[in-house]
């Protein structure tokens, strides 16, 4: 167990539709990675919060959007759903003394 | 940004044998470069790591090397058990701040017995 926590586990949705994936970080990390992973894609980094704050964005979309509270929980938004959006979505976490990140059990998102 | 390339996609082994996964990547201000386990529906787990100024890093049965004027770093499996079998990636961190990862596409090791 990593201590980071994912909500749901499984999510099954219709295209057009729109979803909210939770994470929860290890306690005292301030730093969340959100990524997806499809089977063509590999792991593909998409934005990360560093204490409530965007620090950086990789591929996506605009479609997707994610925010960190002040509880440092995250959650990752998916809106206007396509059948690609189908993966396993993945949040991380990182103390801001190390460079190791430490992943969730995922959230596995199917759109039909 | 960073590209990190990832060979072989497959390595079937026996069991005892040993194992090499090799990983390439583009930006030379990469300096942090982590090595992740993924069995089959489960999180990636990291089981190893080395930074830009270590050549080698060795636990147990699991070693990584680093040649950075070569830009390329792989990971050494001795003695390989059946449960080694698991998808293997490899990452840069992406300079610029942040600790962003930039992964392979992954290995899929399987170990016979």
């Known amino acids: 167990d990593s201590g980071v926590t994912q909500t749901p586990k499984h999510l099954i949705t219709a295209t057009g539709q729109r979803v909210t994936l939770r994470c929860s970080p290890r306690?005292?990390?301030?730093?969340v990675y959100w990524y997806q992973q499809s089977l063509d894609q590999g792991l593909q980094f998409l934005i990360q919060?560093?204490?409530?704050?965007?620090?950086a964005k990789g591929n996506i979309l605009e479609r997707f959007s994610a925010q960190q509270f002040p509880d440092l929980h995250s959650e990752l938004n998916l809106s206007s759903l396509e059948l690609g959006d189908s993966a396993l979505y993945f949040c991380?976490?990182?103390?801001?003394?190390?460079?190791?990140?430490?992943f969730g059990p995922g959230t596995r998102l199917t759109v039909l | 940004g960073e590209n990190v390339e990832q060979h072989p996609s497959t390595l079937s082994v026996q069991e005892g044998d040993s194992a090499v996964i090799k990983c390439t990547y583009s930006?030379?201000?990469?300096?942090?470069f982590p090595w992740y386990k993924q069995e089959l529906g489960k999180r990636p787990q990291l089981i190893i790591d080395?930074?830009?100024?270590?050549g080698e890093k060795k636990d147990q049965r699991i070693a990584v090397t680093l040649n950075k004027t070569a830009k390329h770093f792989s990971l050494h499996i001795t003695e390989t058990q059946p449960e080694d079998s698991a998808v293997y990636f490899c990452?840069?961190?992406?300079?610029?701040?942040?600790?962003?990862?930039?992964f392979g596409k992954g290995t899929m090791l399987l170990v016979s017995p």
């Open positions: 991380a976490s990182k103390a801001g003394y190390t460079d190791t990140q430490y």
């Open positions: 306690s005292g990390d301030l730093s």
């Open positions: 919060y560093y204490n409530g704050e965007e620090r």
């Open positions: 930006d030379s201000a990469s300096n942090y």
């Open positions: 080395i930074r830009s100024n270590v």
């Open positions: 990452a840069a961190s992406s300079p610029g701040g942040y600790s962003t990862l930039t």
